[in-house]
Every structure is written in C-alpha cells, then in structure tokens.
C-alpha cells in the first residue's frame, strides 16, 4: 500500500491509500476521541469553527467541548454501536457552543472513536423511516428482475432528487454495464455503456463491501485536513466507515471530466460480493442530508435481498422447465436397458433446454454430436479443457479460442460451449455449443488505461471522454445468460440422477429407484420452504394504530407457522390434509390452559387450496380466543364441531364460552379481515362472525369441491412425532448443543433459549465440529438438525447416545426417513420453530432420559 505522499501513476493507481487520506469532505467536521471517549485526540480543521468552539482541541475533553450531556449522549451511542461496522446515528442533535443542529454518527475504529458532525439541513430533513418504507414498499411489489432494476432507479431519483440514477453491474472481469437509467430529459443516456474494470480500483470495491453508501458531495475535490494526519506513533487515521472521508483526487478528476459535480453510490452485495452499485449523479455539487442516506442505505440492503430472492425464483422457474422436460427421461430409464443408448438416442430433443446451434454427448469415452458442433478430430482436445476447467461443475465460455487457441480454426461451427457434467467423474459431459457472432460492443470511451506527461510528470490521467467507443468483438459466441447456466445446473442435476438411477436399478430395481425420486421430492421441499421463509420475512403489512410491532411480528412468525403446518401437510398428503388434525394442530398449545376444548366431527379431507386458507384462519381464531376470549381464561371453554351439508359442503362452527365479555373490534385488523373474507374470497365460501358478548360465534363454509367425505385411507409415513409431555417449566441454567447449519436459524434459536434462562448454548455448522465440541463440553441437552447439506447428523446422535445426554432432532422435511430405526423413539420438532414447540420437545426428551 502507498502512503499519503507518494505520487499515484499508472503502475500503483490501485494501490492509493484511499482508507487514509488524511482529510475530510467539508460538508461536516469530525472528532477523533480516546478509547474512553473522554478526550479529542484528533480534529479536522473546521471542528472550531463549525461547533462554537474556540482554542485548541486536542488534547481537551469532550464534555469541555461540546457539554457534559451531549458527550455523554455520544459515549452511550458508542457503547451501542462501537462494535458495529455500520456508525450509530444521533438526528437533530445540540451541542453546546453553536445554535445549530447536527446529525451525528459514530463508530469505532482500530480503537479510536470517530464521530462525525453534519450540520441539520432543514429542507432537506427528511424521517428516514417513512422515506426508506415507501421505497421499500415500492420495490417489494417487483416480481421480475427488469421491473426490479427500472423500479430502483426511477423510484431513487424521485426520492432523493439526482439528476441522473443507474442501475450498474458488474462482469466476471470486472467491468461494468449499466443495466438500468433514469436522468433528466436533457441529459444523454448512458444505458447499455460498457465501463472498464479499471475505472473502479480494487482497493475502492473493497470499500463499497464495507460502507455501503458513499457520497461525493463536490468533485472539486475540496478537502479538509486532519489535525495532526498521523498521531505519536506515526499512524494515520483510518477513515473506511466514516461517512465524510474525503475522496480521492484521480477520482474527482474522473468525475470532472464527465461533467459530474457530485455523487453517491449504494451497494448491492450479493452473497457476500459486490454483485453492482446503483450510482447517483448530479450535475451540480450536492451533499445529500443524513436522513435521506439512511434511506439510501436501508433501501439498498432491502434491494439487495429482494434482488436475491428474484434470482433464486429464476432459478427455481429454471430448474422446473429442466425438470417438466427431463421427467420423461427419469421415468424412461426404468424401462431402458442402456443409459447411454437413451441419452443419445434423445440428442437432439435436448437442443429444446436453451438456444444453442448444436449439441453434444460424450459419454464412456464415445462421442456423439447433433447440429453444429466441432469436428470429430478436436474433441479429444476439447474435452482435455472441459475435464481441466469444469471440475465437476457446470462450465461454460463464450470465447472458447482464448482459452484453446486451435478451436479458432473452426469458429465458423462453434466459438462458444457449455459443458454440462453426467457423473462425479471428470468423465462425461453433456454441451451445447454457439456458432461465433460478430458483434459491437459499445464502451463509455476508450476501456484501454492511457497516461500522460505533464505538471505532475508520468501519472494516470482518467479518461477525459465518454463519447462512444465501439469496438468489435470475433471468435466469440452469444454470451451464456445467468439463466441458462441456470437451466444447464438444473439438468445437470437431473441427468445426474438419470445415471445413478440407472445404476441404482442395476443393483436393486424399482425399490432404490423409488427411494432416490422421494429424497430428490424432500430437497426441493427443502428449499421451497427456505426460500418461502426468506420472501415471507419480507412481507409487510400496516401496523394497525395502537398496535405494538413486536405484537405485529408475532402475529406474522405465527401466520409463517401456520402456513408452514399446512405446508407440510399438504406435501405429505395427496395434495391436502385431514381437518380434524389441522385442527389439532392449531389447538393444541391451549388444551391444558382452559377447562375445556369439545372437537367433534366427521372425517373429512380437504384439498390443498382450502388447507392452507382454513390453516390461516383458524390460527386467528385461536390466537384471538388466547388474547381476549374463552382461551385466556382458566375457566374458559371451546365448542368446535363440524358437520356436512347436504350439498356436500363441509360447515364449521366455533362457540366460546365462560370468556371475557366480549366487544366487537371498533376498527377491523388484519387478523379480523383474514377471518372474514378470505373464505369468500379464495373458495367462494362463507364467513359468519358474531361477537356476542358471552363469546364468540363463527360460522365458516367451505364449498364441497374442496372436500372430500370420507377421507381416504392416508398414506404410510413416518412424519414427525407427536410429543405429548409436558413442558418443562423453563430451560434456566442448562447448558444446549444445537447441530444448525443455517446461522440465522442458528441464532434464533440462541435467542430463544436465551430468553428461557439457558446457562449456555453452544452451536456447530457441521458433524465435525459438533464431534470436537463434544470432547470438552457435555450439554445437558441438544438439538440436531436432521439434514446438515452435505450430510446427517446421525454420527452425533450416535455420540450423544453413548455419553447419555438426551436430544431431539429438527427437520424442515415432511418425513423423517433419515432416522434410524434404532433412534425411532427420540423427539421430533418441525422447522421453523416456535418457542412453546421447542421447549416442550427438550422438556420430553430430559423427562424421558430421567
């Protein structure tokens, strides 16, 4: 890394200390404290003037400087926040020797506390929460990622009023598209432009991972210096998180010379990368208030995640096409004697999975081709590169001369390849091929680094033009689109299972056929419901007035679990469920509080549409009763009956009794409107509620082609045990074991034991460290997660049945078929969790140990 002094050329511009540039933006004035917060060791030069404060600075204390109670305001804000990479905020704050209003934002570094003043625009001041909610209202309604993209930049101008906003991604090399605009009428477009790698440092990209939002306030390149730059030991203040830190000048100069006066860039992290930036220009300098970046940055998070999601819908959406078409080739290889004889015999019927010119299969060292494909003499080299480069994995390039220099000689067929993987073997692949496409791709200037001689000798110079630079690219094939490596992964997983299927049936027919389709239905189960729980985590709905968020969050985590349990029903049933367990099911956290719950009914089935709504609805019942009706009270009871019609229909009626007096709402909630018309509205059926005041009375309908009467004969499965013990009172002073692969599952499920008075709960991501764990550490009780990814838990439950330490497993499938007979008596709990689930399944399993 260079330091502050050394002159930036074309050889070290991405090595320029931009972290430590010893200087501040001039929009606001910093403070540099001790680790005690209690004296400034450092100050940029305008921290006098801008705060009332006369004399000198350093080396003074804190509460002399600004008041005893904002300092003392700033050290709590410290301790909340200091550990956090992302800085405390204090809006509309005083301090003590000026009439002007700050925000202020504090974070700690290398163990110097940082706090930054920014003087209160009032036309700018903006509540960030209503501001960051209307962007993220608007952006939750995207369902596509081009409404997505269109939706961000024109949505972010109006807010935050740039006069240019783009949406920009980043390529595999490092350059840059913009995907993406939205600019004043007389402003031209910079949509579709190419930007180099270059133009973007590595040393900058790693700080758009760290601070997510950055503001050039003035390209002018104004600056304001710390006080002293370096302190005794020599070391400059590192400025990485703090929102004013000054901007480096190649990149003012870059600025300038697009005409920009100011700007601000929002990350967009994907998976840990930096996946893009949405970029803000603005023709005029322009410091955007604190507020206002709040939104910025909340905004970006939530784009980010809904960016995310829409990827892995697509995903899903890719991964069905493959399957709706491999499906005939899973059930034909039970019937076929020769998997490579039925892969070939299909070639070219896999030229429908994606755009492609031609299509190849090399299987057990024999090749076959379809369309345009290289000639016979170059597949021995060809395949060397596909074995070399995919690793098992799917693989694919546009350029393939660049990488096998003799594939030019017949580019004219093919110029492109994706390789789709058959076996674990680097052996056999299926690949479609591109024939090469001249194209023009068009460059915001020239991409290539130039540099000149001049006033300051042999250095970078940025690029002074953006005209159009078009340059025209051979021996290359139409890209591969993300999803069609999508597409590709998706049937690389099907035909893989194609071949083990086959060997399978070798070995063993039909049963271990049979056995893989179940296991391939359970993961997608798997991941549906994660990727359900990821959007519905997303979901928001108004806070009714006088209504807490945290009794709103709970509401919704129960709304999830219902979902959930019809979910679960629904894939384990023929499409539907009994109405007599969901109705168990909903019930049963209440049958030991109240004096009585009466279910009575026929048996009855319904189908998945009216599981999962009826599964809804009697949740609000229940958790209405719980709050103000017969089920909050010892004394209460519950009458719950249902019968059938003679047209077939299915009536149900819920009584309550020996209650709370009961009052009808004086403004409809979401729950009551759920109760009351999303019957009538997704089944055409009937909801009667009538809020007599010695207890509630519904009536609901559901229509007879929903139903079926009687129910069939269910399904044989092992699903997840029922666990009828009591709860144990709490969980104070145990210490858990929780085997979780999922951190965020992980740290909820710390949370909750925590807040039951668990002594201690360690957790482990994998057999391994579980298994290390248990070397110094005996629990008292644990948790294993059935299904680990890339393995089972059972070699520790193996270990914890030996040291005699009782556990349950947890599962987001629908059955429990990795189980062991042998541990068939152990307790089973359903992801997600829920609190009382939880506790009552580890209350049985130490009941069941003592």
Known sequence: MLTTTDPVDLTNCDREPIHIPGSIQPYGCLLACDGSVGMVRRHSANAGAMLGISGEINDRRLDDLIGEKPAHDIRNAIAKWGSQQRAGLLIDFKVAHTDTSFNVAVHRQHGVNIVEFEPVDPVEATPPLELSRLLIGRIGQCNDLDMLFDNASRLLRGALGYDRVMVYQFAHDGSGRVISEARRGDLESFLGQHFPASDIPKQARILY????????????????????????????????????????PIHCEYLRNMGVGASMSISIILDGALWGLIACHHYAPRALSMEKRVAAEMFGEFFSMQLASLIQKRKLAASERARRYLDQLLHNVSHHGDVEDLLKNNIRDFRELMPCDGVGIFFNDSWTGFGRVPPADAIPALMA????????????????????????????????????????????????FRSEVAQTVNWAGDPNKTYETGPLGDRLTPRKSFEIWKETVELQSEPWLQSERDTAEATRAALVEVVLRHNELLADERHKADLRQKMLNEELNHRVKNILALIKSLVSHPVEEGRSIEDYVASLKGRIQALSLAHDQVIRGAGGGGLKSLIDAELSPYREAVKEIDVAGPEVMLDARAYSVLALVLHELATN???????????????????????????????????????PPSKPGFGSMLIGRSIPYDLGGESDVDYDPAGTRVRLRIPARFVTWPAPAAARTRQAKRIDERPVASMRGLDVLMVEDQLLIAMDVETMLAGEGAARVETAASVKEALALLASFKPDVAILDVNLGNGSSMPVAHMLSELGVPFVFATGYGETSLIPAALDAVPVIRKPYDLTSLVTALGAAIARKQ
Request: with cysteine; proline share 5%; hydrophobic share 45%.
């Open 209 to 248: 991972l760290q601070n997510t939002v950055r503001i050039v306030s003035d390209s002018s390149c104004a600056r304001v210096a710390i006080v002293p730059e370096r302190d005794s030991s020599g070391e400059p203040l590192d400025l990485s998180f703090a929102h004013l830190r000054s901007v480096s």
């Open 385 to 432: 590169l596909v074995n070399s480069a995919a690793e098992g994995r799917v693989w694919a390039t546009s350029a393939l001369s660049d990488r096998l220099p003799e594939a030019a000689d017949y580019s004219e067929l093919v110029a492109g390849v994706l390789a789709v993987p058959l076996s674990q073997l680097p052996r056999d692949y299926l690949l479609f």
């Open 625 to 663: 009763a719980a709050k103000y009706g017969a089920l909050s009270v010892s004394l209460g009871r519950l009458s719950l009956r249902w019968q059938r019609l003679d047209s077939g229909d299915c009536e149900i009626r819920w009584l309550e009794s020996d209650g709370p007096i009961v009052r």
